[in-house]
């Protein structure tokens, strides 16, 4: 897969200083260029809530974070390289300008992305030297969680070009959709313009306020779009006949004077103002950057629910969640040069994620197991049991387990865990984990596992090869030195 070395971003604003987060958050440098004064605050800002997402998404190891660097003009921000993403305001004069400006300080094989939400690639390339390495890179609010690009070329725009742009996405996390033809607004902001417009009649005409609209979203189809998109909700709509069914029963409906849709309203000021009155009502005091870190953890938590769907398979943008990770930990390569073999392995460091935390404000019950088996998996990965190692047919499984609640960990802490190898054999691993709190080192769970050694194709348990058995061994070795973790053995019982 083709990386990006070094990025640019032309504009720092809502959607600038999301691609920054993106790309630095994948251990990618960034060169900035924004003229507004309070750059560097506002990019600080939406960084610090990328940083505060990320360790709630993910407990892979990220990469250490790029080097952001703010330029005084534009051709040195453009200079190195080599994707380029210009984020300014959605003005053509303006952004062919700077678009031009970028072609004539750029390398000459730097591809150059517009995040414009509905201007025409072949409008925007007009004036450009090089037009063939521009092509639309449309993102979602916020980019550094909402992994979709458009990647849309003009007339003159080279499918080298598409191609390297779209190879380019899965490293930092995101998936390239290529739209075929170039019309205004793509796909993504054709629907929710139709949409968009619509809701701007009801709350015009008084069928609803802003805040039954957006409940009549989020309540109900709001839920089915993340997982399932348009035409395959409709699909299980029309029953066990599926699609064709739904047609039949619901295609005469669109014949029906249901939608206004291409009738424009006109944003008088009573309709600007009677918006904006609604809308503060319904924030109800909270600031648009709380509303981001809410906006931020429910998306985290759909994240992660999708990762685990499908039978573990991972779904839609969970699935490439999933992906990502195993990629982060592919290019971590063996955490052996991360870990100290004489002490207990420090294996995973994350952050109590909030689709982690139950009614009672804490970490729930089963994901103390999930970070304990991350554990467990990351210290397979040492021992030379990766991904490859399973797929070529043997494994590692689990048989039996015991964990202790010693402590809490609530929403947002930062807890770590280590590994003690108390002893092995030829096909077992026995193993004590500890969860910690990272600030205060306060033991919060501890678990006592035995891994067996499978053949996964014969279904029955086998001897590791000597290569793994080696690395277990001087892991055994050194822990030997240690002492036996408190709690080892231990069994759930009363005296009777
Ligand atoms: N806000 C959104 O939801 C989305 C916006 N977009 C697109 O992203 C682009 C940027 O939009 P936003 O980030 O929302 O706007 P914004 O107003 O938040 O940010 C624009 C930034 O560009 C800077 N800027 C202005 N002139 C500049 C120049 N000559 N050189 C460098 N920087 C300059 C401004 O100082 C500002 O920080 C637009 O094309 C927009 O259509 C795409 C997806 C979603
Ligand atoms: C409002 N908008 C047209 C700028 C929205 C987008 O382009 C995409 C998004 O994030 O909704």
């Given at each position: 897969m083709t990386r990006i070395n070094k990025a640019a971003c032309i504009g720092g604003g809502v959607i600038g200083g999301g691609w920054i987060a993106r790309f630095l958050l994948a251990g990618i440098d960034v060169d900035v260029f924004d003229p507004h004064p309070e750059a560097t605050r506002i990019v600080g800002e939406v960084l610090a809530n990328a940083e505060k997402a990320y360790a709630m998404l993910t407990g892979a190891p990220l990469p250490q974070r790029g080097k952001l660097t703010f330029r005084v003009t534009l051709e040195q921000a453009v200079a190195d390289a080599d994707w380029i993403q210009e984020?300014?305001?959605?003005?053509?004069?303006?952004?062919?300008?700077?678009?031009?400006?970028?072609?004539?300080?750029?390398?000459?094989?730097?591809?150059?992305?517009?995040?414009?939400?509905?201007?025409?690639?072949?409008?925007?390339?007009?004036?450009?030297?090089?037009?063939?390495?521009?092509?639309?890179?449309?993102?979602?609010?916020?980019?550094?969680?909402?992994?979709?690009?458009?990647?849309?070329?003009?007339?003159?725009?080279?499918?080298?070009?598409?191609?390297?742009?779209?190879?380019?996405?899965?490293?930092?996390?995101?998936?390239?959709?290529?739209?075929?033809?170039?019309?205004?607004?793509f796909?993504?902001?054709?629907?929710?313009?139709?949409?968009?417009?619509?809701?701007?009649?009801?709350?015009?005409?008084?069928?609803?306020?802003?805040?039954?609209?957006?409940?009549?979203?989020?309540?109900?189809?709001?839920?089915?779009?993340?997982?399932?998109?348009?035409?395959?909700?409709?699909?299980?709509?029309?029953?066990?006949?599926?699609?064709?069914?739904?047609?039949?029963?619901?295609?005469?409906?669109?014949?029906?004077?249901?939608?206004?849709?291409?009738?424009?309203?006109?944003?008088?000021?009573?309709?600007?103002?009677?918006?904006?009155?609604?809308?503060?009502?319904?924030?109800?005091?909270?600031?648009?950057?709380?509303?981001?870190?809410?906006?931020?953890?429910?998306?985290?938590?759909?994240?992660?629910?999708?990762?685990?769907?499908?039978?573990?398979?991972?779904?839609?943008?969970?699935?490439?969640?999933?992906?990502?990770?195993?990629?982060?930990?592919?290019?971590?390569?063996?955490?052996?040069?991360?870990?100290?073999?004489?002490?207990p392995l420090r294996l995973i460091e994350t952050k109590v994620s909030p689709a982690w935390v139950d009614y009672n404000g804490h970490m729930t019950e089963h994901r103390y197991l999930q970070v304990f088996g991350d554990t467990s998996d990351a210290l397979l990965r040492l021992i030379g049991v990766d991904f490859a190692y399973v797929e070529r047919g043997h494994s590692y499984y689990t048989v039996e387990t015991h964990i202790r609640h010693l402590g809490e960990a609530k929403l947002g802490q930062a807890i770590h865990s280590t590994c003690q190898l108390l002893s092995a054999d030829e096909k077992r691993l026995h193993v004590f984990h500890t969860i910690c709190d990272t600030a205060t080192g306060e033991t919060i769970a501890t678990a006592e596992h035995m891994l067996l050694h499978v053949d996964a194709k014969a279904g029955k348990a086998a001897p590791a090869p000597e290569e793994v058995l080696s690395k277990v061994r001087s892991i055994v070795k050194a822990h030997a030195k240690l002492p036996v973790p408190e709690g080892v053995g231990r069994h759930v019982g009363q005296k009777r």
């Open positions: 984020s300014v305001p959605e003005r053509l004069d303006l952004k062919r300008k700077v678009l031009t400006q970028i072609d004539a300080a750029a390398r000459p094989d730097a591809l150059i992305g517009s995040s414009t939400s509905g201007l025409l690639p072949t409008d925007l390339q007009r004036d450009m030297r090089h037009p063939e390495r521009l092509f639309v890179a449309h993102p979602y609010n916020p980019v550094y969680l909402l992994p979709l690009v458009e990647i849309v070329g003009g007339e003159k725009t080279s499918m080298e070009t598409i191609k390297a742009a779209m190879e380019r996405l899965p490293p930092i996390g995101m998936k390239g959709v290529h739209i075929a033809k170039e019309i205004e607004a796909v993504g902001d054709r629907l929710l313009e139709a949409l968009w417009r619509e809701a701007l009649w009801l709350i015009k005409d008084d069928i609803c306020t802003v805040e039954t609209l957006d409940d009549v979203i989020r309540y109900s189809f709001g839920l089915r779009w993340a997982q399932m998109g348009l035409f395959q909700t409709y699909r299980i709509a029309g029953g066990e006949a599926g699609m064709r069914h739904f047609l039949a029963q619901f295609g005469p409906a669109l014949q029906w004077n249901w939608t206004k849709l291409m009738d424009v309203v006109d944003l008088d000021d009573a309709l600007v103002e009677k918006i904006g009155q609604q809308s503060d009502e319904q924030a109800d005091g909270l600031s648009i950057r709380e509303l981001e870190r809410i906006r931020d953890e429910n998306l985290v938590g759909i994240l992660q629910t999708l990762k685990g769907s499908h039978g573990g398979k991972g779904w839609g943008a969970g699935k490439l969640l999933k992906d990502f990770e195993q990629g982060l930990w592919a290019s971590a390569g063996d955490d052996k040069k991360l870990v100290d073999v004489a002490q």
